[in-house]
């Protein structure tokens, strides 16, 4: 069993950052792809993000990369995501994955656990 637990949401400006983060409970998270997804109101949860478990595999939605950066730091069970040049696109609640194996992708299903989520608003 995994608790994740997302902190770092807001209300921020267009063209602002922040910085989202997801910590695990459990000693074996390094065992855990990870991932963030989204959900605006109204529309279907998003794929935003993945990571391996060592974090030396990424994989980003079209719509973020170069914007978006994911990371994780086993030793604090915790992963990252980076997000720069807000738009108001961005607003939307997100929410970090685990998936029970070392390298996942973008599908929902492949991720058991989900945390809480942690709303984003970005005006304009």
């Known amino acids: 069993q995994v608790q994740l637990v997302e902190s770092g949401g807001g209300v921020v400006q267009a063209g602002a950052s922040l910085r989202l983060s997801c910590t695990a409970s459990?000693?074996?998270?390094?065992?855990?792809?990870m991932a963030w997804f989204r959900q605006a109101p109204g529309k279907e949860r998003q794929f935003v993000a993945a990571?391996?478990?060592?974090?030396?595999?990424?994989n980003y939605a079209d719509s973020v990369k170069g914007r978006f950066t994911i990371s994780r730091d086993n030793a604090k069970n915790t992963v990252y995501l980076q997000m720069n040049s807000l738009t108001p696109e961005d607003t939307a609640v997100y929410y970090c994955?685990?998936?029970?194996?070392?390298?996942?992708?973008?599908?929902?299903?492949?991720?058991?656990?989900w945390g809480q989520g942690t709303q984003v608003t970005v005006s304009s």
């Open positions: 994955a685990a998936a029970n194996a070392l390298r996942a992708g973008a599908e929902a299903a492949v991720y058991a656990y």
């Open positions: 990571i391996s478990w060592s974090g030396g595999y990424t």
């Open positions: 459990g000693r074996t998270f390094s065992r855990y792809a």
